[in-house]
């Protein structure tokens, strides 16, 4: 299906998100969407895929204009969109989910959509037990299950917005291969993405965005300076993290055992050094979670000893953990980490410190003011929080962890956020370290893993690998050890 944007303009009270875009998307072929953090690449998708309507503008499908203003619409013109976070119904199976949405047909041949399911799953190799509750599935196998649904639903045009953020390396073979698929079947798939290296081995063509308008057209291979230049008018390179010397322990894990809904995870010794970055490596769901919660006084170990600067603090409340010093900045920004509905000031409001019954605004308003100027929020103290693009988000809650800090957990700092900012994050947090702060952090992307951290604990299967000094292990055997194909060394002692 060949896809055409004309002129599509969007402005969201002072800020123009779309600014007369036009874009081409041929059938059979997978476009890539690029551009910084609030560039308006989630805002234009959304218009083709019905979520919002545009001001101005039109969409026109297989040379026809066609006009929508609903998801439902847009899925009946043929255009889909695969969510980061797939729309889906966790309590209900993947049969009932893959069901779901097939308007009028509740009480159609159950037998037949298994059938469908079935043969659907098995042209893209998708290994899904229809009788699994969608609650446990792993986000790459909840996309699956979403695209299926949306191809049994007639999509020609399938748009995907970040889709190998949080899944593994082998599920994001399995998508690109089903991708290309599609695309020689003559579907047109649009893929909005921070990663490079995927635009490069999945797209043919490139768009880049950058202030709500166009700044560049490319064809694919291209070289990646150039796209880093087209999105920030500079070339960009990565913070080296100096290794850690000091050899002071910041924080202790003794015979710690962590209960969770699925799974236990037992840690027999981990010392972590001041200034230290240890990288939590697996597969989501595999236990780097529970022992960011526990390290972050929220989930009280079974049995085990916790000690921060010799100090043990296994039994301490999750308030006196943020007292001396331990900071946490969860995964899940509008559900965890931030307050949906309350502005970005409101946020400083809530930090400060309750010494005084008063809330001194004129102070908030100033803190904030520069914190929006330091991490360069695209957001004004008023805006509320869900208002602000995914990157910007995730700024607002970094600006929001207090300074100095012994010990920080992270659950995927960059998740989200573009080259320029993910480099920018990495810059303040090294940073930290060379101040003494100890860092923990959990990421999906194994070059994040590789490049910051100065030892990685690998979660397979319920087993946590002793700590590796990362100049022992390669991405590839990272890449094996979380998928249980290759033991890692015992670390030299
Ligand atoms: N519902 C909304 N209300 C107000 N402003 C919005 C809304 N949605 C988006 N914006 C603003 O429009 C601009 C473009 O946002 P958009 O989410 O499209 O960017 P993006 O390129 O997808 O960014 P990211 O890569 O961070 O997800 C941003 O400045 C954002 O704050």
Known sequence: MK???????KRFSQVLANDRISLTVEAGSIHGLLGENGAGKSTLVKILSGFIAPDTGEIWLDGQPVKYRTPAGAIAAGVGMLHQDPLDFPPLDVLD?????????????????????????AQFNFQLDIHEPVANLTVGERQQLEILRLLSLGVN???????TTGISASQKHALFEALKVLAQQGKSIIFVSHKLEDVEILCDRVT???????????????????????????????????????????????GIVLNGDRLTVAIDQLSVQKGEVIGLAGLEGSGQRLLLLCCAGLLAPQSGKILLDSQDITQASYKEYLNIGIGY????????GLIGGLSIQDHFTLRQPQKSFFIDRKTI????????ALFNIKG????????LSGGNQQRTQLALLPVPLNLLLMEHPTRGLDIESALWVWQQLIARCEGGTSILFASSDLDEIMQYSDRILVFSGGQVSPPIPTSQLTVEQLGQAIGGKFTPLQPQT
Do not use: Y
Request: hydrophobic content about 40%.
């Open 3 to 9: 896809v055409e944007l004309h002129h599509i303009t």
């Open 97 to 121: 989910n893959f069901i779901a949405g097939k308007t009028g047909q509740w009480l159609l041949d159950r037998q037949a959509a298994k059938r469908e399911f079935l043969q659907l799953a």
């Open 157 to 163: 045009t399938l748009i995907l917005d970040e889709p």
């Open 208 to 254: 880049v965005m950058k202030q709500g308008q166009v700044v560049g057209r490319e064809p694919i291979p291209c070289p990646a300076a150039k796209l880093v230049a087209m999105m920030f008018d500079r070339e960009l390179a990565p913070p080296v993290k100096p290794p850690t010397v000091r050899a002071e322990p910041m924080l202790e894990l003794q």
């Open 329 to 336: 900045s969860p995964a899940d920004r509008l559900r965890e």
């Open 365 to 372: 308003a100033k803190a904030t003011q520069e914190a929006i």
């Open 380 to 387: 004004r103290p008023q805006t509320p929080v869900e208002r």
